[in-house]
Protein backbone atom coordinates (compact mmCIF):
# COMPACT_ATOMS: atom_id res chain seq x y z
CA UNK A 1 0.00 0.00 0.00
CA UNK A 2 1.27 3.50 -0.61
CA UNK A 3 1.38 6.66 1.56
CA UNK A 4 0.60 10.36 2.01
CA UNK A 5 2.82 12.27 4.13
CA UNK A 6 1.58 14.73 6.47
CA UNK A 7 2.73 18.01 7.86
CA UNK A 8 4.00 16.03 10.71
CA UNK A 9 5.95 13.49 8.28
CA UNK A 10 3.66 10.73 9.50
CA UNK A 11 2.59 8.39 7.01
CA UNK A 12 -0.86 7.64 6.75
CA UNK A 13 -2.05 5.13 4.04
CA UNK A 14 -3.51 5.82 0.88
CA UNK A 15 -7.03 4.19 2.01
CA UNK A 16 -7.88 3.45 5.37
CA UNK A 17 -10.73 0.55 7.18
CA UNK A 18 -13.43 2.51 8.92
CA UNK A 19 -14.91 0.94 11.70
CA UNK A 20 -18.52 2.35 12.15
CA UNK A 21 -21.54 0.58 13.01
CA UNK A 22 -20.15 -3.11 12.70
CA UNK A 23 -21.26 -3.91 16.28
CA UNK A 24 -20.37 -7.30 17.09
CA UNK A 25 -18.35 -7.97 14.19
CA UNK A 26 -16.11 -5.65 14.42
CA UNK A 27 -13.06 -7.50 15.63
CA UNK A 28 -13.82 -9.98 12.43
CA UNK A 29 -13.41 -7.14 10.17
CA UNK A 30 -10.71 -5.38 11.42
CA UNK A 31 -8.83 -8.88 11.51
CA UNK A 32 -10.11 -9.35 8.06
CA UNK A 33 -9.16 -6.29 6.97
CA UNK A 34 -5.26 -6.36 7.99
CA UNK A 35 -5.01 -9.61 6.62
CA UNK A 36 -6.37 -8.33 3.24
CA UNK A 37 -3.46 -5.56 3.32
CA UNK A 38 -4.82 -2.64 5.16
CA UNK A 39 -2.62 -0.57 7.01
CA UNK A 40 -4.62 1.91 8.30
CA UNK A 41 -7.61 1.70 10.99
CA UNK A 42 -9.94 4.72 11.86
CA UNK A 43 -12.31 4.15 15.03
CA UNK A 44 -13.66 6.61 17.31
CA UNK A 45 -14.38 6.83 20.97
CA UNK A 46 -18.23 6.88 20.88
CA UNK A 47 -20.13 3.52 21.65
CA UNK A 48 -22.95 4.64 19.70
CA UNK A 49 -21.52 3.94 16.46
CA UNK A 50 -18.14 2.09 16.98
CA UNK A 51 -17.16 -0.54 18.96
CA UNK A 52 -13.55 0.70 19.85
CA UNK A 53 -12.88 -2.19 22.07
CA UNK A 54 -13.09 -4.90 19.64
CA UNK A 55 -11.35 -2.39 16.82
CA UNK A 56 -8.66 -3.29 19.73
CA UNK A 57 -9.50 -7.06 19.54
CA UNK A 58 -9.10 -7.45 15.68
CA UNK A 59 -6.20 -5.38 15.90
CA UNK A 60 -4.55 -7.58 18.78
CA UNK A 61 -5.27 -10.93 16.86
CA UNK A 62 -2.97 -9.79 13.84
CA UNK A 63 -0.59 -8.43 15.80
CA UNK A 64 -0.01 -11.62 17.84
CA UNK A 65 0.21 -13.19 14.12
CA UNK A 66 3.42 -11.12 13.37
CA UNK A 67 1.82 -8.15 12.29
CA UNK A 68 3.94 -5.00 13.25
CA UNK A 69 2.12 -2.25 15.15
CA UNK A 70 4.62 0.36 13.73
CA UNK A 71 3.50 -0.89 10.04
CA UNK A 72 0.16 -0.24 11.28
CA UNK A 73 -1.56 3.53 11.40
CA UNK A 74 -4.27 3.66 13.42
CA UNK A 75 -6.62 7.00 14.51
CA UNK A 76 -9.14 7.32 16.85
CA UNK A 77 -11.40 10.25 17.83
CA UNK A 78 -12.44 12.19 20.46
CA UNK A 79 -16.11 13.15 20.28
CA UNK A 80 -18.03 15.65 22.36
CA UNK A 81 -21.15 15.03 24.25
CA UNK A 82 -23.44 16.11 21.33
CA UNK A 83 -22.02 13.03 19.50
CA UNK A 84 -22.45 10.79 22.14
CA UNK A 85 -25.28 8.86 23.66
CA UNK A 86 -25.72 9.91 27.01
CA UNK A 87 -26.40 6.79 28.72
CA UNK A 88 -23.18 5.19 27.40
CA UNK A 89 -20.55 7.29 27.17
CA UNK A 90 -16.27 7.42 27.86
CA UNK A 91 -16.86 10.52 30.45
CA UNK A 92 -19.44 11.94 32.74
CA UNK A 93 -21.47 14.80 31.69
CA UNK A 94 -20.73 17.04 34.30
CA UNK A 95 -16.68 16.47 34.11
CA UNK A 96 -15.06 19.50 32.55
CA UNK A 97 -14.27 19.56 28.94
CA UNK A 98 -10.30 18.46 29.91
CA UNK A 99 -11.35 16.07 31.80
CA UNK A 100 -13.80 14.50 29.15
CA UNK A 101 -11.15 14.34 26.76
CA UNK A 102 -8.26 12.91 29.44
CA UNK A 103 -10.85 10.14 29.85
CA UNK A 104 -11.78 9.23 26.33
CA UNK A 105 -8.46 8.96 25.36
CA UNK A 106 -7.08 6.73 28.33
CA UNK A 107 -10.68 4.79 27.10
CA UNK A 108 -9.05 4.46 23.60
CA UNK A 109 -5.51 3.54 24.38
CA UNK A 110 -7.44 0.81 26.84
CA UNK A 111 -10.17 0.11 24.03
CA UNK A 112 -6.85 -0.27 21.79
CA UNK A 113 -4.15 -1.46 23.68
CA UNK A 114 -1.72 0.36 22.55
CA UNK A 115 0.23 3.33 24.32
CA UNK A 116 0.36 5.35 21.16
CA UNK A 117 -1.98 6.67 18.23
CA UNK A 118 -0.95 8.00 14.76
CA UNK A 119 -3.62 10.80 14.90
CA UNK A 120 -5.87 12.09 17.87
CA UNK A 121 -9.58 13.26 15.79
CA UNK A 122 -11.70 16.16 17.53
CA UNK A 123 -14.97 14.54 15.74
CA UNK A 124 -16.69 17.70 15.15
CA UNK A 125 -16.20 21.32 15.98
CA UNK A 126 -16.57 22.69 19.28
CA UNK A 127 -18.27 26.31 19.89
CA UNK A 128 -17.66 28.77 21.07
CA UNK A 129 -14.07 28.99 19.55
CA UNK A 130 -12.52 29.71 23.21
CA UNK A 131 -13.49 25.88 23.98
CA UNK A 132 -12.62 24.65 20.78
CA UNK A 133 -9.32 25.98 21.69
CA UNK A 134 -9.43 24.73 24.99
CA UNK A 135 -10.14 21.16 23.77
CA UNK A 136 -7.30 21.05 20.92
CA UNK A 137 -4.40 22.29 24.01
CA UNK A 138 -5.71 19.00 25.92
CA UNK A 139 -5.42 16.86 22.94
CA UNK A 140 -2.14 18.96 22.24
CA UNK A 141 -0.89 17.60 25.59
CA UNK A 142 -1.01 14.23 24.33
CA UNK A 143 1.38 14.75 21.43
CA UNK A 144 3.64 16.77 23.88
CA UNK A 145 3.79 13.61 26.08
CA UNK A 146 4.54 11.57 23.14
CA UNK A 147 1.22 9.45 22.94
CA UNK A 148 0.09 10.53 19.57
CA UNK A 149 1.50 11.22 16.66
CA UNK A 150 -0.49 14.22 15.21
CA UNK A 151 -4.21 15.68 15.62
CA UNK A 152 -6.82 16.49 13.18
CA UNK A 153 -10.46 17.40 12.82
CA UNK A 154 -13.72 16.10 11.27
CA UNK A 155 -17.10 17.25 10.35
CA UNK A 156 -15.34 20.55 9.86
CA UNK A 157 -16.94 21.85 6.46
CA UNK A 158 -16.20 25.90 7.44
CA UNK A 159 -12.93 26.96 6.05
CA UNK A 160 -13.16 29.83 8.24
CA UNK A 161 -13.11 27.76 11.69
CA UNK A 162 -10.46 25.57 10.38
CA UNK A 163 -7.84 28.89 8.99
CA UNK A 164 -8.70 30.25 12.70
CA UNK A 165 -7.84 26.85 14.69
CA UNK A 166 -4.74 26.77 12.46
CA UNK A 167 -3.65 30.42 13.44
CA UNK A 168 -4.55 29.65 17.18
CA UNK A 169 -2.81 26.86 18.02
CA UNK A 170 0.82 25.86 18.23
CA UNK A 171 0.51 22.07 17.00
CA UNK A 172 -1.78 22.60 13.72
CA UNK A 173 -4.24 20.20 12.19
CA UNK A 174 -2.76 17.34 9.82
CA UNK A 175 -5.79 15.58 9.30
CA UNK A 176 -9.10 17.05 8.05
CA UNK A 177 -11.42 13.67 7.73
CA UNK A 178 -15.29 15.30 6.16
CA UNK A 179 -17.92 13.80 4.39
CA UNK A 180 -17.77 14.18 0.87
CA UNK A 181 -20.91 14.85 -0.92
CA UNK A 182 -22.42 17.28 -3.45
CA UNK A 183 -24.02 19.65 -0.29
CA UNK A 184 -20.76 20.75 0.81
CA UNK A 185 -19.72 21.23 -2.99
CA UNK A 186 -16.87 18.71 -2.06
CA UNK A 187 -14.78 20.79 -0.07
CA UNK A 188 -13.45 22.02 -3.08
CA UNK A 189 -11.79 25.64 -1.23
CA UNK A 190 -11.10 22.98 2.07
CA UNK A 191 -9.16 20.95 0.00
CA UNK A 192 -6.95 23.37 -1.58
CA UNK A 193 -6.32 24.96 1.17
CA UNK A 194 -5.73 21.43 3.07
CA UNK A 195 -2.81 21.30 0.14
CA UNK A 196 -1.48 24.03 1.08
CA UNK A 197 -0.56 23.40 4.85
CA UNK A 198 0.11 19.83 4.26
CA UNK A 199 -2.93 18.59 5.97
CA UNK A 200 -4.16 15.39 4.56
CA UNK A 201 -7.62 15.20 3.74
CA UNK A 202 -9.72 12.14 4.31
CA UNK A 203 -13.24 11.61 2.91
CA UNK A 204 -15.99 9.41 4.11
CA UNK A 205 -19.52 8.62 2.52
CA UNK A 206 -17.36 8.40 -0.88
CA UNK A 207 -19.50 5.66 -2.16
CA UNK A 208 -22.59 6.01 -0.29
CA UNK A 209 -22.90 9.74 -1.46
CA UNK A 210 -21.80 9.36 -4.81
CA UNK A 211 -23.98 6.71 -6.47
CA UNK A 212 -24.24 8.55 -9.65
CA UNK A 213 -20.21 8.31 -10.09
CA UNK A 214 -20.34 4.79 -9.99
CA UNK A 215 -22.89 4.21 -12.49
CA UNK A 216 -21.66 7.01 -14.70
CA UNK A 217 -21.02 5.35 -18.10
CA UNK A 218 -17.12 6.95 -18.25
CA UNK A 219 -16.68 5.53 -15.47
CA UNK A 220 -18.04 1.95 -16.34
CA UNK A 221 -15.78 1.89 -19.56
CA UNK A 222 -12.81 3.05 -17.06
CA UNK A 223 -13.49 -0.60 -15.11
CA UNK A 224 -13.67 -2.43 -18.09
CA UNK A 225 -10.03 -0.41 -19.11
CA UNK A 226 -8.15 -1.50 -16.09
CA UNK A 227 -10.19 -4.21 -15.51
CA UNK A 228 -11.08 -3.06 -12.11
CA UNK A 229 -14.43 -2.33 -9.94
CA UNK A 230 -16.26 0.76 -10.42
CA UNK A 231 -15.86 1.39 -6.76
CA UNK A 232 -11.77 0.54 -7.09
CA UNK A 233 -11.51 3.36 -9.71
CA UNK A 234 -13.27 5.89 -8.11
CA UNK A 235 -10.89 5.33 -4.98
CA UNK A 236 -8.05 5.72 -7.05
CA UNK A 237 -9.46 8.91 -8.56
CA UNK A 238 -9.46 9.86 -5.42
CA UNK A 239 -5.96 9.37 -4.19
CA UNK A 240 -4.82 11.01 -7.64
CA UNK A 241 -6.60 14.02 -6.50
CA UNK A 242 -4.76 13.98 -3.27
CA UNK A 243 -8.10 12.30 -1.16
CA UNK A 244 -7.51 9.24 1.75
CA UNK A 245 -10.87 7.65 0.97
CA UNK A 246 -12.00 6.34 4.21
CA UNK A 247 -13.73 2.20 3.32
CA UNK A 248 -16.45 0.62 5.97
CA UNK A 249 -16.76 -2.27 3.69
CA UNK A 250 -17.78 -5.40 5.09
CA UNK A 251 -16.84 -8.07 2.34
CA UNK A 252 -13.52 -9.39 1.91
CA UNK A 253 -14.79 -9.63 -2.19
CA UNK A 254 -15.04 -5.49 -1.62
CA UNK A 255 -11.76 -5.30 0.51
CA UNK A 256 -9.47 -7.58 -1.76
CA UNK A 257 -10.99 -5.45 -5.33
CA UNK A 258 -10.22 -2.16 -3.44
CA UNK A 259 -7.02 -3.21 -2.32
CA UNK A 260 -6.03 -3.23 -6.06
CA UNK A 261 -6.19 0.21 -6.66
CA UNK A 262 -2.05 0.29 -6.58
CA UNK A 263 -1.93 -1.71 -9.27
CA UNK A 264 -2.93 1.09 -11.89
CA UNK A 265 -2.87 4.70 -12.48
CA UNK A 266 -5.51 6.71 -14.21
CA UNK A 267 -4.47 8.82 -16.93
CA UNK A 268 -4.42 12.65 -16.38
CA UNK A 269 -7.63 12.94 -18.89
CA UNK A 270 -9.18 10.34 -16.49
CA UNK A 271 -8.88 12.15 -13.57
CA UNK A 272 -10.48 15.44 -15.14
CA UNK A 273 -12.99 13.47 -16.59
CA UNK A 274 -14.11 12.27 -13.24
CA UNK A 275 -13.46 15.22 -11.57
CA UNK A 276 -16.38 17.03 -13.85
CA UNK A 277 -18.76 14.32 -11.95
CA UNK A 278 -18.16 16.46 -8.91
CA UNK A 279 -20.15 19.30 -9.63
N1 LIG B 1 -15.92 11.26 11.01
C1 LIG B 1 -17.18 10.90 10.91
O1 LIG B 1 -18.10 11.55 11.42
C2 LIG B 1 -17.53 9.67 10.12
C3 LIG B 1 -18.85 9.48 9.70
C4 LIG B 1 -19.15 8.34 8.95
C5 LIG B 1 -18.17 7.40 8.69
N2 LIG B 1 -16.90 7.60 9.15
C6 LIG B 1 -15.84 6.59 8.89
O2 LIG B 1 -15.87 6.20 7.54
C7 LIG B 1 -15.96 4.79 7.43
C8 LIG B 1 -16.64 4.37 6.14
O3 LIG B 1 -17.99 4.72 6.21
P1 LIG B 1 -18.70 5.40 5.00
O4 LIG B 1 -20.01 5.92 5.50
O5 LIG B 1 -17.74 6.36 4.37
O6 LIG B 1 -18.95 4.18 4.06
P2 LIG B 1 -18.90 4.16 2.46
O7 LIG B 1 -17.53 3.74 2.11
O8 LIG B 1 -19.48 5.40 1.86
O9 LIG B 1 -19.94 3.02 2.14
C9 LIG B 1 -19.83 1.77 2.59
C10 LIG B 1 -20.96 1.02 1.89
O10 LIG B 1 -20.64 0.86 0.52
C11 LIG B 1 -20.81 -0.52 0.19
N3 LIG B 1 -19.88 -0.92 -0.88
C12 LIG B 1 -20.23 -1.43 -2.07
N4 LIG B 1 -19.15 -1.72 -2.81
C13 LIG B 1 -18.08 -1.40 -2.07
C14 LIG B 1 -16.69 -1.48 -2.29
N5 LIG B 1 -16.17 -1.96 -3.41
N6 LIG B 1 -15.86 -1.04 -1.31
C15 LIG B 1 -16.36 -0.55 -0.16
N7 LIG B 1 -17.69 -0.46 0.12
C16 LIG B 1 -18.54 -0.91 -0.84
C17 LIG B 1 -20.54 -1.24 1.48
O11 LIG B 1 -21.20 -2.47 1.43
P3 LIG B 1 -20.37 -3.84 1.68
O12 LIG B 1 -20.15 -3.91 3.16
O13 LIG B 1 -21.28 -4.89 1.19
O14 LIG B 1 -19.10 -3.74 0.90
C18 LIG B 1 -21.17 -0.32 2.51
O15 LIG B 1 -22.55 -0.56 2.60
C19 LIG B 1 -16.71 4.40 8.70
O16 LIG B 1 -16.55 3.05 9.04
C20 LIG B 1 -16.06 5.32 9.70
O17 LIG B 1 -14.80 4.81 10.12
C21 LIG B 1 -16.56 8.72 9.84
Given at each position: MSYFLSNQNIKIPNMIYGTAWKK????DFVYEALKSGFKGIDTACQPKHYQENLVGVG????????LKREDIYLQTK??????QDKSNMPYFQNDTLEL????????SKKNLNVDYIDTYILHSP??????LLRAWDVMSSFY??????????????DLDVLEYLYKKVELKPSVVQNRFYAQSSYDQEIRVWCKQKGIIYESFWSLTANPHVLTNEFVKHLSS????????????????????PLNGTTSKLHMDEDLLIDEFELEKIEVENINFLLK
Open positions: EQTALKKALDEGFTPIDGQIQKSFAKIFPASKKNKEIGQLGISNCYKYKKSTAAIFYKFLNQIGIV
